[in-house]
């Protein structure tokens, strides 16, 4: 169901009566598909005295070969910068704090459209001492509110990098700074120093990988597929056998193959990990995509809908997880796993009871995988996307009303593309994110829903 309104405000006359009667101009988003490279015009760095990323910051952009006029310096004042990014780990209390107001206020209206604000911190709770702990927590309030204020498909990020991880910066920075962040706004990344794969190469960061999608047949799930096959992944494709001739059509655009199977079967995760040990030897990336809805007021829910329900989208990915982990393990070192839930699953939504427990569940789920000893030491990073308002088969089927208010709740006033999902999972599953993990990755161009 094509967003009209967002057609209309694209074009000259919807624009100006937009503005003149104070509606939401959302603006056209600049996704990879898009063409042009990654970081698109100048970055402005800035540092608060006694940081310690700006330096790697501005070694990486050199080495991406993007302009990085200083502060102040004349072409500063000519060219609108692609971001603005400020390295706020020497703000070591609140008096200091003034420095995010003083490199921000100058420049953030000549930010171009679809730019980046970048805020660089240190966790609160690794921070020297409780001074430092409540500024470093301030900059997450702060860049929330600075998502919202951004207007023209311009978003913020906040990267928390753990004192020794610098090096993990790289990947989680060019996802922040790139179109493939699109419709991420006002999210907090921890980057944690992670048993580090180098960063491979930007263009087909997952060569040489074997992926498994689960849901792979239509929606996000065959847009994930797809995205992580033009990364470079060989791609498996799983989907129930009702969805057969789907699942092989959208393999053939993968060049992958297609694994029907209904993961709620008792033997089903046993097929898929034998599958994948005796075609390849085993799997580096799964994302697990599958789930359904049946939604319903609790006091009116059957019980067949409450069970359908919690065993596709969470007992099942429990179950794959342990025969992908258990006894001889099928995810190799350095794999990575990828749930998707939801924000019904961190605000809770009605008529979604037996969803949002899922969905909440996946997100308990993956902290805990991410904690444990040996899943650490494997290298093997465990993560979530939760998206917000997707444009899918799914959203087009909501009545218009919800629709336009899903649509539009949120700071870039859009719904996002099932791309957008699949751009973050390819993120979480490159070699970069090595130090991402254990984290809930909102996709929901920041909504209002649990922000
Ligand atoms: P979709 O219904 O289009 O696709 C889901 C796929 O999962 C289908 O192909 C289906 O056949 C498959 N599937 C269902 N049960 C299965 C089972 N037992 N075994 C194997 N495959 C099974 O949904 P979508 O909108 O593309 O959503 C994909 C994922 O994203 C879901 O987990 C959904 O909860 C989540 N999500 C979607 C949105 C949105 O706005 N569309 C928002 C938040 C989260």
Redesign the pocket.
């Known amino acids: 169901m094509p967003d009209r309104y967002l057609s209309w405000t694209a074009s000259g006359p919807g624009r100006l009566v937009a503005a003149r009667l104070g509606l939401p101009r959302p603006e056209p988003l600049r996704r990879r598909q898009d063409g042009g490279s990654d970081v698109p015009g100048p970055v402005v760095i800035g540092a608060a005295e006694g940081g310690r990323l700006a330096e790697p910051v501005r070694r990486l952009l050199a080495d991406w070969a993007v302009a990085t006029p200083d502060a102040g310096d004349a072409r500063e004042a000519t060219d609108s910068p692609a971001a603005l990014v400020l390295d706020a780990t020497g703000v070591a209390g609140s008096e200091r704090l003034r420095e995010l107001y003083a490199f921000l206020h100058p420049r953030i209206r000549a930010l171009a459209p679809c730019g980046r604000v970048v805020v660089l911190g240190t966790p609160p709770e690794l921070a020297a001492d409780t001074r430092e702990a409540a500024a470093q927590r301030a900059l997450e309030g702060f860049v929330r509110s600075v998502g919202k204020e951004l207007r023209r498909g311009a978003t913020a990020h906040l990267l928390l990098v753990e004192p020794g991880a610098e090096q993990q910066l790289a990947g989680p920075l060019r996802f922040a700074l790139s179109p493939r962040s699109a419709y991420v706004s006002g999210q907090t990344l921890r980057i944690a120093s992670g048993s580090g794969t180098e960063p491979g190469g930007f263009e087909r960061p997952l060569s040489g990988r074997v992926a498994l999608v689960?849901?792979?047949?239509?929606?996000?799930?065959?847009t994930v597929a797809q995205t992580l096959a033009a990364d470079g992944a060989h791609v498996v494709c799983?989907?129930?056998p009702?969805?057969g001739a789907?699942?092989r059509a959208i393999a053939d655009t993968t060049a992958g193959e297609a694994l029907e199977?209904?993961?709620?079967?008792a033997d089903?995760p046993r097929r898929v990990a034998d599958h994948l040990t005796q075609q390849h030897g085993g799997v580096d990336i799964v994302v697990?995509?599958?789930?359904?809805?049946r939604d319903r007021t609790l006091g009116r829910m059957e019980p067949g809908q409450w069970d359908a329900v919690v065993?596709?989208?969470l007992t099942?990915v429990e179950r794959l997880n342990e025969a992908l982990l258990g006894g001889e393990p099928v995810l190799r070192d350095g794999g990575r796993i990828v749930c998707?839930?939801?924000?019904?699953g961190i605000a809770g939504n009605v008529g979604q009871t037996n969803?949002a427990a899922s969905?909440a569940g996946l997100i308990g789920l993956v902290q805990a995988v991410a904690r444990d000893r040996e899943v650490a030491r494997r290298g093997i990073t465990v993560n979530a996307v939760?998206?917000?308002?997707?444009?899918?088969?799914?959203?087009a089927a909501v009545p218009l009303l919800i629709r336009e208010a899903?649509r539009r709740l949120n700071s870039l006033s859009q719904?996002?593309q099932?791309v957008d999902?699949a751009e973050a999972v390819a993120f979480l599953s490159s070699p970069g994110a090595a130090g991402v993990t254990g984290q809930v990755l909102r996709v929901c161009g920041q909504a209002l829903l649990g922000a």
């Open positions: 689960t849901g792979a047949s239509r929606g996000i799930g065959a799983l989907d129930v009702a969805q789907d699942l199977a209904d993961l709620t079967d089903a697990h995509n599958a789930g359904i809805t065993a596709v989208n099942a998707t839930s939801s924000i019904s969803y969905k939760a998206p917000g308002f997707i444009e899918t088969r799914m959203t899903g719904g996002g099932p999902v």
